[in-house]
């Protein structure tokens, strides 16, 4: 299966799937045990230890429509072959569409294919976010099929799908289809002329910076943050000097964004402004994590200058250091991760929340132990939070803690 590139950084909404879940079902499902039942099933089949593989097989039964989606992915992800009559079984009892879709993609996946057919038959139906999440499926599959998901998306009315649709495609670089994407630049649709955006950087013609230099005068910020992100995937250096007068505005989008374009351009003079701007109380969350995301990105050209130690590099040994733990970012003396960690301490601070997506955003060893530890809060939403992160983060110690944990709320 195709690995999907990773393109969206500022559109913060439930993931497609979970959008479509809860359009079938109005229900029970979106109750927070519930939730933190399907991450948790979800992060043990990103992590892949064999020991997690009976849970998420188990889960296949489970009555709440995300645990059971989580389930059906986390079971195809450990790709054993004696899953396929459990999923044969579910596939015959199962009435929600999206479930099917998944069922069929992860039979497919383990060596079934004559359930494409039936994959390619959702991918036509009349329900929006069906066909979406049926497309979805078949470009992971093989990218056989983008040129059909490409025809799809020319006569797609829906504005969601369409959406979806741009980002498949985008994911792929499938350039031929940056026709049809330029023309939904136009649309009136805020998410869809975003996904364009980010879908003409992907695909990377450069023929297209002349026409994104002009939407940066849409009257979105989210659009012009995307225009910034595409237009320095595309090369065009004039990206950096407007990031740099877009710091000089109070929208976290465009702030957000331009740390973004300039820690990939190594822009080191940054630094002192992002550490400040992970902990400032006033900060919206996107810029926060953002601004950690940028850190990161940052993260191996620091490490280098201070393992070459050139004295004309600038790096400040207040702001980043090295030791016997590895790289470190600091301040006011003391590790980043540790001066976070002591939020998480009083709900009422202003960083209590944003903790674990910006460890996540991080991807700092040393702040596993601490999310290992938020398994456990009494805190639903920060729990929820440090399952992702550590299944994002493919944390293998923390599976006998997410299997304690889902045997919690899930007792026999």
């Avoid at 976010?129 to 990218?143: F, H």
Wanted: hydrophobic residues 45%; aromatic residues 8%.
């Amino acid at each position: 299966m195709k690995k999907l590139k990773f393109i969206a950084f500022l559109i913060i909404s439930f993931s497609f799937l979970a959008f479509a879940a809860a359009q079938t079902k109005p229900q029970k499902t979106l109750d927070p045990e519930g939730i933190m039942s399907a991450k948790i099933v979800e992060a043990l089949g990103k992590i892949g230890d064999i020991r997690g593989y009976d849970l998420c097989l188990k889960s296949l039964k489970s009555d709440n429509l995300f645990v059971r989606n989580a389930a059906i992915s986390s079971v195809a992800a450990f790709g054993n072959k004696n899953a396929v009559p459990v999923l044969l079984k579910e596939l015959v009892n199962e009435k929600d569409a999206i479930s099917k879709i998944l069922i069929m993609s992860a039979l497919i996946d383990l060596g079934m294919f004559e359930y494409e057919k039936a994959l390619i038959q959702f991918s036509k139906s009349s329900i929006a976010y069906v066909r979406a999440i049926a497309c979805e499926q078949l470009a992971e599959l093989d990218e056989k099929y983008l040129s059909a998901i490409a025809d799809l998306l020319i006569a797609e009315k829906d504005d969601v799908a369409k959406t979806k649709l741009i980002e498949i495609l985008g994911n792929h670089g499938f350039r031929p289809v940056i026709t049809a994407i330029r023309k939904e630049l136009y649309n009136a649709n805020e998410q869809v002329r975003t996904a364009a955006c980010f879908a003409m950087g992907e695909i990377g013609d450069s023929k297209d910076i002349a026409l994104l230099v002009k939407m940066l005068d849409d009257k979105s910020n989210q659009v012009r943050s995307a225009v910034k992100i595409a237009l320095s995937r595309l090369g065009d250096r004039s990206v950096v000097t407007l990031a740099w007068k877009d710091l000089e505005k109070n929208d976290p989008l465009l702030k957000a964004s331009s740390y973004i374009i300039l820690a990939n351009s190594n822009e080191s003079k940054i630094l002192p402004a992002l550490i400040k701007e992970v902990v400032d109380f006033k900060n919206a969350s996107i810029l926060r994590v953002e601004a950690a995301r940028a850190l990161k990105i940052l993260r191996p050209y620091f490490n280098k200058v201070l393992i070459e130690n050139k004295p004309s590099s600038g790096v400040d040994a207040k702001v980043i250091s090295t030791d016997n733990l590895g790289f470190n970012y600091r301040i006011n003396g003391e590790s980043l991760v540790v001066f976070l960690s002591r939020a998480l301490t009083d709900k009422n601070n202003p960083l209590y929340k944003d903790v674990p997506l910006i460890f996540l955003a991080l991807r700092d060893d040393s702040s596993l132990p601490v999310l290992r530890q938020l398994l456990f809060s009494h805190d639903l939403d920060i729990a929820a939070t440090a399952v992702h992160a550590l299944g994002e983060m493919r944390d293998a110690d923390s599976v006998g803690y997410l299997i304690s944990l889902y045997n919690q709320y899930n007792p026999a």
